[in-house]
């Protein structure tokens, strides 16, 4: 794929784990700072990454949100555990994914994240 079909195919695939609203907001913000940045996730993180036929976007979902547990990157977790519903991930299925993140990154990584999962669903209604 060229720049351009990347991106394009990033883009589609952006909106609809993320869901219109947020990348809208995203895009909105751009500045001339971080216009580049926004370009090159939507490129590379959405339009190479999240495009590749070797994983279902449902599994790419999971692993985004153990490896952002892994890192503690809170606001971005909060994002993705939102956003995985659009990918057909189910609420017990996070919990099992944090149960597992709890041994692999560790109790405390895997409390914040239950605590922040709590946040997401009470929001959502669930």
Same mark, same amino acid.
């Given at each position: 794929?060229?720049?351009?079909?990347?991106?394009?195919?990033?883009?589609?695939?952006?909106?609809?784990? &993320?869901?219109? +609203?947020?990348?809208?907001?995203?895009?909105? @913000?751009?500045?001339?700072?971080?216009?580049?940045? =926004?370009?090159? $996730?939507?490129?590379?993180?959405?339009?190479?990454?999240?495009?590749?036929?070797?994983?279902?976007?449902?599994?790419?979902?999971?692993?985004?949100?153990?490896?952002?547990?892994? &890192?503690?990157? +809170?606001?971005?977790?909060?994002?993705?555990? @939102?956003?995985?519903?659009?990918?057909?991930?189910? =609420?017990?299925? $996070?919990?099992?994914?944090?149960?597992?993140?709890?041994?692999?990154?560790?109790?405390?990584?895997?409390?914040?994240?239950?605590?922040?999962?709590?946040?997401?669903?009470?929001?959502?209604?669930?």
């Amino acid at each position: 794929m060229s720049e351009s079909e990347r991106y394009t195919a990033g883009m589609v695939v952006r909106r609809q784990v &993320l869901g219109d +609203a947020h990348v809208d907001r995203s895009l909105a @913000k751009r500045t001339p700072m971080n216009t580049e940045f =926004q370009q090159l $996730i939507t490129e590379y993180a959405w339009g190479t990454i999240w495009t590749r036929p070797g994983l279902p976007r449902h599994t790419r979902s999971l692993l985004t949100i153990v490896m952002l547990i892994a &890192l503690n990157r +809170a606001d971005e977790l909060k994002m993705h555990l @939102k956003a995985a519903r659009n990918s057909g991930v189910t =609420q017990d299925e $996070i919990k099992e994914a944090l149960m597992q993140a709890a041994i692999y990154c560790g109790v405390p990584a895997a409390n914040s994240a239950f605590h922040l999962a709590d946040e997401v669903f009470a929001d959502a209604g669930k």
